[in-house]
């Protein structure tokens, strides 16, 4: 332990903390999609905690990679950290988490400016915002493939706990259709005397 540098062990850290963070915010899109809870949750509020737990995923997700460029073991290059394939180390498992990276880069910048996009823009929003179904898979594969302690007691408890409420939250957006968008009442025809 004590030849372990401080900073692979926070690569580690931050690398569990970003996947917790990517779990909840999809879970958290789901329940946004599917409006799940009803009552219990206004969808404004929802959307506020699925932003902010996107943002701080994305945040942990750029301090695991950022961490790598400063560790002494391994010293990962620019390239090596955004091009698949080209990592010193584990480079297959490392890819895995590269392409999730790069696919959550247009799920979040179209988020945050899907206002700005008008009418056309919201289907685009809602395309691309599905990329987010493609990063989890690979980024829960980067974690078991590339993880020292992925197989220990305590980690295998999150992911199958994580994997457990995604697959049941996959299930119910397949089975709860949607909300349709509310639109004004129309008004009753005029009666012809
Ligand atoms: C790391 C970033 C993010 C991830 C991984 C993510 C993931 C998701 C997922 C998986 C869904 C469910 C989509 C569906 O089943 O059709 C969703 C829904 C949604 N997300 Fe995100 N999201 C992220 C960031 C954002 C941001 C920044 C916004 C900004 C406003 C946002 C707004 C929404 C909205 C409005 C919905 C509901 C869409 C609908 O009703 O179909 N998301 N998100
Ligand atoms: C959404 C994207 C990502 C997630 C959720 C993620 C998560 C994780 C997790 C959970 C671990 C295992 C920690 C442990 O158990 O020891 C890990 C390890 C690692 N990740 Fe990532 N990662 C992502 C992207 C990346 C990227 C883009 C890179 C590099 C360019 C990277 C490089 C590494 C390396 C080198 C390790 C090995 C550290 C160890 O010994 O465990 N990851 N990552």
Known sequence: MADIPWTWLLIRASGVTTWGLLTAVVLWGILLHTRLLGRLASPIRLLDMHRWLGASALAFL??????????P????TVPQLLIPGLAPWQPFAVALGIIAFWLLIPVSILGRIRTKLGKAGNTIFKRVHLLAYAAWPLATAHYVLAGTDALTEWSLALL???????????????????????RPA????????
């Open 62 to 71: 750029l301090l695991h990679m950022g961490l790598l460029l400063i560790d």
């Open 73 to 76: 073991k391994v010293a990962f």
């Open 160 to 182: 199958i706990t994580g994997g457990a409420l995604m697959v049941f939250a996959l299930l119910a957006r397949g089975f709860v259709p949607a909300p349709a968008p509310q």
């Open 186 to 193: 129309r008004k009753d025809p005029v009666p012809i005397s």
